[in-house]
């Protein structure tokens, strides 16, 4: 069994910075894919930025490039989002995701992947 829990979530003023963290349970996060999607307000969730089980490969969306960066520790399981220049439009739950299917791809597709965590508010006040 598979559990992941994010934290790190909050308010912050835009052009502020915050860093998610997402600990995962279980034997697979190794070799797993890892993901950060979110989800604003009457939108669809999107993949904000992912990497593969190495950090080899890193996807960011356009909307956050050179802002956002992920990063892992394989040793503590985790996986984590470092977030700076926050805009307004960053506002949205933050869901971390784990996925087995591929390894060395990064999908968008949110059924490719097998776990999910309950997910972080992030609110950027401007």
């Known amino acids: 069994q598979v559990q992941l829990v994010e934290s790190g979530g909050g308010l912050v003023q835009a052009g502020g910075s915050l860093r998610l963290s997402c600990v995962v349970s279980?034997?697979?996060?190794?070799?797993?894919?890892m993901a950060w999607f979110r989800q604003a307000p009457g939108k669809a969730r999107e993949l904000a930025a992912g990497t593969t089980w190495n950090g080899a490969i890193t996807y960011y969306a356009d909307s956050v490039k050179g802002r956002f960066t992920i990063s892992r520790d394989n040793a503590k399981n985790t996986v984590y989002l470092q977030m700076n220049s926050l805009k307004p439009e960053d506002t949205a739950v933050y869901y971390c995701?784990?996925?087995?299917?591929?390894?060395?791809?990064?999908?968008?597709?949110?059924?490719?992947?097998?776990?999910w965590g309950p997910g972080t508010q992030v609110t950027v006040s401007s």
């Open positions: 279980g034997r697979t996060f190794s070799r797993a894919v």
């Open positions: 995701a784990h996925s087995v299917r591929y390894s060395d791809y990064i999908s968008i597709r949110l059924s490719d992947y097998d776990y």
